[in-house]
């Protein structure tokens, strides 16, 4: 925002005073306060960027501060939870309007942040049916001016899709790693040191932040559950494959997913490239 010149003053509030110092030095906000109540007093937008399970706890806290006619908004990674969980607290006369920037790295807290992190990626907007049209405008020319492509979905239809494309893929992330640790007591660390590309992949997943996932998967139970369901019974098909011998089957299976990867890659949404519009900014650790 700052980058783009979107607001006039950017305060910013985290609740250790730790981030509020790193915040204060890396300078990307004109003022940093000790309370979130100082944070939103007189702010005409409140952008809520904690784990999905704390946001109600916040939105509580904030909201005798908030000035009438304010929005809030979120970026949480599962959206009818935070819904759920903040819509209570949002007093008559302000806005709030639920949203979700499909990008992101392994990497938490304020030095992993990067001015072009938006850029080209989507920003998934989940209004209430009756949303006010002119606040929904408003946010969705702020994620564009910061170089996003919005989308506008409803809240139970962003869960299932992101359960499929984000939390069941970390979740088998999580589980790979998982076993590939507990054969290194076995092999005596040749996982570790002779681990190729594709398990390297997995492990920048799987050392992403353990609370903001912990939380996706508790609050995105009914859909996770499903695509993971799903998700087993193919790698049973498979395996029956294997076991088989059925090198058809495998054949046309790794045919179809390979269409899948040049779909994604002509539709400009690949950003496993070793620069995909970070240049030129002050780059996120491991970007
Ligand atoms: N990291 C990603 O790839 C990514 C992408 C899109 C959306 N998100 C979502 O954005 C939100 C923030 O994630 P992030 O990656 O910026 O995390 P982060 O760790 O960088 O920031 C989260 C902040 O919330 C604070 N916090 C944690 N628990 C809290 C609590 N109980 N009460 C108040 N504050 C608390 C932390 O101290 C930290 O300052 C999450 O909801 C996450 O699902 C993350
Ligand atoms: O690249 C990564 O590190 C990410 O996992 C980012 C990612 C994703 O799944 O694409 C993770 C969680 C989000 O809510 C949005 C983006």
Redesign the pocket.
Not at 49 to 55: E, F, L, N, T
Not at 100 to 106: Q, V, Y
């Given at each position: 925002m700052r980058a783009e010149g979107l607001a006039a003053e950017i305060v910013g509030y985290?609740?250790?005073a730790e981030?509020r110092a790193t915040v204060r030095e890396l300078g990307f906000c004109d003022r940093v306060t000790d309370t979130a109540a100082e944070a939103v007093a007189g702010a005409d937008l409140v952008v809520l960027?904690?784990?999905?399970?704390?946001?109600g706890?916040?939105a509580e806290e904030i909201a005798p501060h908030l000035a009438p006619g304010a929005m809030v908004t979120?970026?949480?990674?599962?959206k009818q939870a935070v819904i759920a969980a903040v819509v209570p607290h949002i007093p008559a006369g302000v806005h709030f309007i639920a949203g979700?920037?499909?990008?992101?790295?392994?990497h938490?807290?304020?030095r992993?942040g990067f001015a072009t992190l938006f850029r080209n990626r989507w920003w998934l907007l989940t209004p209430a049916e009756d949303a006010d049209p002119v606040a929904l405008a408003r946010l969705r020319a702020l994620c564009e001016g910061m170089g996003a492509n919005v989308d506008v979905m409803d809240a139970p239809h962003h869960d299932l899709v992101l359960a499929v494309t984000s939390h069941t893929p970390h979740l088998i992330a999580y589980t790979m790693v998982g076993v590939a640790d507990d054969l290194r007591r076995v092999t005596d660390s040749e996982v570790i040191r002779y681990s190729a590309a594709g398990f390297r992949d997995f492990t920048r997943i799987a050392a992403?932040?353990p609370?903001?996932w912990r939380?996706?998967f508790l609050t995105n139970k009914e859909a996770t559950l499903d695509i993971l369901g799903r998700f087993t019974e193919e790698l049973f098909a498979l395996q029956r494959a294997i076991r088989l011998g059925d090198g058809d089957h495998l054949h046309k299976y790794f045919t179809r997913t390979r269409a899948i990867r040049r779909g994604i890659i002509e539709a400009g949404q690949d950003t496993s490239a070793p620069d995909f519009g970070r240049s030129g900014t002050t780059a996120a650790p491991g970007a």
């Open positions: 985290a609740r250790s981030t960027a904690v784990p999905v399970g704390a946001m706890a916040l979120d970026v949480g990674s599962v979700h920037p499909l990008a992101g790295t392994e938490s807290g304020p992993s992403s932040d609370t903001m939380d996706v």
